[in-house]
């Protein structure tokens, strides 16, 4: 068997569309393998759950999880991987920019000895141009600086194996970026294409400001060299002082003190006072990320759950 992991919020509009493009999909795989599809609802307030239930009522192929408000989407697709129960998992999209025609493609490659298929994206029609920018300057400074470089283009949409799914489900910290989070278990991974289209229904939940978050987020719970590289110019700055120290010293021996310019001494202090700010940000980044972890929160709070097959 294998789960699709659909996280959906307010997305009473999508679910329906969604259902109708997956079903004769479903149905052509249905001779090699069963698929399930596990809806987590993060905490929607309209009317997307009573829509997946109606759905349900008439699939047995339909299960839902409702969380108990909205925890995030890094969130509820976890919580889809610690309810999943097929022999795969494919995580995907409702609003179809993850095209249902592929998950063929992705079952072939599992059902043919690959334990991580992804999926990634020759083009990204449902990209403005800025975003599609962002997205790619994203995963260069993510992979100059991680240990475990991700691949570029590879969303959520992608294939794991059972004893993939088990790895990461190991994987309990709060701060998370998923797409990090797979390419650290490791495994190798096959990799097929597509081209994303654009929505097929609503807009994106993705504002700049949760982008913006999600990248920090990526970069600090992925890596320490933020913290290294101010070690390496703290080093740097105090050997730059203390040779500017000697010069001024045998300066003021051979040819006398000078008057001392305000304006260098500003340039200066404003510098150094900068650098210091910014250092004590990415150290602030860490700790809050510390003290997120060590209050041990669950990640999520799940308010029900409807297996499939359930009246």
């Known amino acids: 068997m294998v789960t699709l992991i659909v996280p959906v919020y307010n997305e009473e509009r999508s679910v329906d569309r969604f259902l109708d ?18 809806f987590v609802n993060d905490g929607s307030r309209d009317g997307t759950e009573r829509i997946i239930l109606a759905a349900a009522a008439t699939c047995d192929d339909i299960a839902l999880i409702n969380l108990s408000r909205n925890f995030g989407k890094e969130a509820a697709l976890f919580a889809g991987l610690n309810h999943a129960t097929g022999d795969a998992v494919i995580p995907l999209d409702v609003d179809l920019q993850d095209p249902p025609h592929v998950i063929a ?11 991580v298929v992804n999926a990634r994206r020759r083009s990204r029609d449902g990209d403005g141009p800025l975003r599609a920018m962002t997205a790619r300057a994203f995963y260069r400074v993510f992979n100059a600086l991680s240990d475990h470089p991700m691949p570029a283009d590879v969303g959520d949409f992608r294939l794991f194996d059972r004893e993939v799914v088990e790895a990461i489900r190991q994987l309990g910290e709060r701060s998370r970026c998923n797409k990090a989070l797979f390419s650290w278990v490791g495994f190798e991974a096959e990799e097929i294409t597509y081209d994303r289209p654009a929505r097929a229904e609503g807009t994106t939940r993705w504002s700049w400001w949760k982008l913006w978050k999600l990248a920090l987020d990526s970069i600090f719970a992925s890596s320490t060299l933020p913290l290294r590289i101010w070690t390496y110019v703290g080093v ?35 510098v150094f006072g900068g650098m210091n700010v910014f250092a004590l940000g990415i150290i602030g980044e860490y700790v809050g990320r510390i003290y997120t972890e060590v209050r041990q929160r669950p990640l999520y709070i799940v308010r029900s759950h409807r297996h499939a097959g359930e009246p």
Do not use: K, N
């Not at 493009?21 to 249905?30: D, E, G, K, N, Y």
């Not at 072939?108 to 690959?114: E, F, I, S």
């Open 21 to 38: 493009a997956i079903t004769p999909v479903l149905a052509a795989l249905r001779p090699r393998v069963r698929v399930e599809i596990l």
């Open 105 to 115: 493609d992705l079952i072939d490659r599992w059902q043919g000895g690959a334990r």
């Open 236 to 270: 740097a700055i105090a050997l730059a002082a203390l040779c500017y120290s000697a010069f001024i010293f045998a300066h003021t021996l051979i040819f006398g003190a000078d008057v001392p310019g305000y304006a260098s001494t500003v340039i200066l202090i404003l």
